[in-house]
């Protein structure tokens, strides 16, 4: 019993230093950010896309936080963009930063994948784009019909892929979703003040990684 006093003021210690260095202080650092002036609000079709993102699960396998300077493998040499900052979630509730890269980051997948029709064929079938890839298919995203009607969408497939006699037309959530991932464009510059409220853990100083990581 006389131990139960020190364990009880130490569990509250240690909850209370967790809720300051992980809440309160980092909500203090960002409580100044605002959206550059490149990155523009999402649109009504982009949100429902976004929904359909974490409905299908698309966070569990891909991040949307390219990493900076020294973290594993510098992101840039990747292709996926500077290093992320605060500012460039300021449209996001909740942030999908993800956690898991068993396929790439896509915070710039719109920057570096334009076309729709790619997206919607990477979709309905990945292996009609890759080979070798890992991701699986969104065949209910997807309708076949016999005739095309005025306003659909048809994906373009390989011979080899398309259904005899149909078409694959995309149904709204796929083209919803692609619409989101189009969106997912953050190659504009970002500032030192910006790439100041990084975790610096890993990170060069703002000064040394400002040549390498967009900064302006």
């Known amino acids: 019993m006389n131990r139960l006093l020190p364990l009880l003021i130490g569990a509250i210690g240690v909850l209370l230093l967790a809720t300051l260095m992980l809440v309160i202080l980092p909500a203090w650092q960002l409580r100044t950010s605002e959206p550059p ?6 649109t009504a079709q982009q949100l429902l896309g976004r929904d359909e993102y974490v ?33 460039d979630y300021f449209y996001d509730s909740p942030h999908l930063l ?10 710039n997948i719109g920057a570096r994948m334009k076309s729709r ?17 890992l991701m699986p298919s969104y065949p209910y995203m997807f309708e076949l019909k016999d005739q095309v009607s005025e306003g659909d969408v048809v994906v373009r497939l390989p011979e080899s892929l398309q259904p005899a006699g149909k078409h694959v037309v995309a149904r709204k959530e796929a083209l919803d979703l692609v619409e989101y991932l189009l969106a997912l464009d953050r190659t504009y510059a970002t500032s030192a003040q910006e790439l100041d409220k990084r975790d610096r853990g890993y990170d060069r100083r703002p000064a040394e990684a400002s040549t390498d990581s967009g900064a302006k």
């Open 37 to 42: 002036e490149q990155l523009q609000p999402y």
């Open 55 to 87: 409905a299908n699960g698309c966070l569990y396998c891909h991040s949307q936080q390219p990493r900076s300077t020294g973290q594993t493998l510098f992101d840039t040499a990747r292709g996926w963009g500077r290093a992320s900052t605060p500012g």
């Open 98 to 107: 993800g956690t898991m890269r068993t396929g790439p980051d896509l915070f």
């Open 117 to 133: 029709d790619w997206h919607l064929t990477h979709l309905y079938q990945p292996r009609a784009i890759f080979d070798w890839s």
